[in-house]
Nanobody
Framework: QVRLVESGGGLVQTGGSLRLSCTTS????????MGWFRQAPGKDREFVAS????????DVAYRLKDRFTISRDNLQNTAYLQMNSLAPEDTAVYYC???????????????????WGQGTQVTVSS
């Protein structure tokens, strides 16, 4: 059974930082691209970042790229999202997702992913 478990969310003040983790099991981690998405109340789920199977290619949403960083540790079967200079508009549920295959295409689209975590809440207070 494939499981993706996000952790590291919580309440943080404006300007603070959080590091989200996505720990996986039940899949061959180094054959999956990983992605992070978020969904704020009343809004659609949006792409945050993605990374290919070995970490050699990655993308971050344009308006987040100065503050957010994605990484992965294939020995730990875990993906990470480092978030700095957080602002209230970053408040959302953050989801990680896994996409089968070592190709790296369409990773900004949620429909490209095969497995999803349950999400972790990030709340940024003003």
């Amino acid at each position: 059974q494939v499981r993706l478990v996000e952790s590291g969310g919580g309440l943080v003040q404006t300007g603070g930082s959080l590091r989200l983790s996505c720990t996986t099991s039940g899949l061959t981690f180094n054959t999956h691209a990983m992605g992070w998405f978020r969904q704020a109340p009343g809004k659609d789920r949006e792409f945050v970042a993605s990374i290919n199977w070995d970490g050699g290619r990655f993308d971050v949403a344009y308006r987040l790229k100065d503050r957010f960083t994605i990484s992965r540790d294939n020995l730990q079967n875990t993906a990470y999202l480092q978030m700095n200079s957080l602002a209230p508009e970053d408040t959302a549920v953050y989801y990680c997702a896994a996409r089968m295959g070592r190709d790296y295409i369409d990773t900004q689209y949620s429909a490209s992913y095969d497995y999803w975590g349950q999400g972790t809440q990030v709340t940024v207070s003003s």
